[in-house]
């Protein structure tokens, strides 16, 4: 396993365009992106001081064997694997974590999908007997597989407090024809996803996906399937009325809840051993799903 973590971006020469919770992303003299995932990682919207060596190349290589599995379903904006674009200075340290893509306008509505109902989606059920507005059969349990997968959209803001909206509420902010084709191609991405997770003995239970307009054509941006944006279970360990244990940070939720941290900023450091879980369990989800040993 890589010893190192790499926390921040840094390199001259190269215009930062935006620094997000995980991904520092550079703007290119042709006016596409170099997009670098660190090994940072956050918690109730707060970036921890603590990074998970190996994060980023886990997250980076996934969303790339991902993108090349779905350009049939929709077209995203992978470029390259940067390496024709990576500068000679970082080359060691960045290879691996990088992505070359093209520069999209971003559609501000997060695209979750939900197979199983869990985390905010269980705690809507449980209060109103909802999902995303709308009313679903009474009798489910924490962890319940939906009949079908639902579309829960949600608002995306740069603070990291993203709204949950309704479909109804998404086609008055996105007009109907543009509302349907995100909720379509989302729907088609889960189904592809789950029958490969299903076929490696993990469940998706949700995931969000991103759009955007690339030369007038909706593309999927950013990151795609990956531990930092699903929820993976083992099929093994799932069991209706239980929160299975799951391939994300949510070994880093599980040990923030045990301390007395207010969840503002700072935010506390990672003990060793949660570091270690929480690296073993991103490097098994690429290697079960994706085939991929991440370093």
């Known amino acids: 396993m890589t010893t190192s973590a790499l926390s921040s971006a840094e390199v001259e020469g190269l215009q930062l365009f935006r620094r997000g919770k995980v991904r ?3 703007q290119l003299a042709d006016g596409t992106l170099l997009m670098v995932a660190t090994d940072r990682i956050s918690a109730f919207d707060v970036v921890l001081p603590t ?11 996934m969303s790339r064997w991902w993108f090349e599995q779905t350009h049939s379903v929709v077209p995203n904006h992978l470029i390259s694997d940067a390496e024709d674009v990576m500068p000679e200075a970082v080359r060691d340290t960045w290879r691996e974590r990088c992505m070359h893509v093209a520069r999209a306008q971003r ?7 939900r197979g199983f109902i869990s985390g905010s989606g269980w705690k809507e ?6 999902l995303a507005g709308e009313p679903l059969p009474a ?9 079908a997968p639902h579309f829960t959209p949600a608002v995306k803001r740069d603070d990291g407090h993203d709204v949950n909206i309704s479909r109804a509420q998404l086609r008055d902010l996105m007009g109907a024809e543009l509302a349907a084709r995100l909720e379509s191609a989302s729907i088609n991405l889960f189904d592809l996803a789950t029958a490969r997770c299903e076929s490696a003995g993990i469940y998706l239970a949700d ?17 795609v399937l990956t531990p930092d944006s699903s929820r993976f279970w083992n099929i093994s360990e799932w069991r209706e009325g239980e929160t299975p244990p799951s391939f994300d940070k949510q070994f880093v939720r599980d040990h923030l809840e045990t301390l007395d941290w207010d969840k503002t900023p700072p935010g506390p450091e990672l003990p060793d ?7 073993a369990r991103y490097r098994e989800a ?10």
């Open 24 to 26: 520092d992303t550079f």
């Open 51 to 61: 990074p998970i060596p190996g994060k980023g190349r886990v997250l980076t290589q």
């Open 107 to 113: 559609i501000d509505i997060e695209c979750v999908v």
């Open 125 to 130: 059920y449980r209060e109103h007997g909802t």
């Open 139 to 147: 009798g489910l349990r924490e962890s319940s597989r939906l009949t």
């Open 207 to 223: 995931t969000k996906f991103e759009f955007g307009f690339v030369a007038g054509t909706l593309t999927l941006i950013d990151e």
């Open 273 to 279: 051993d949660v570091v270690q879980g929480t690296a």
């Open 286 to 295: 690429a290697q079960r799903i994706c085939g991929i040993t991440a370093t």
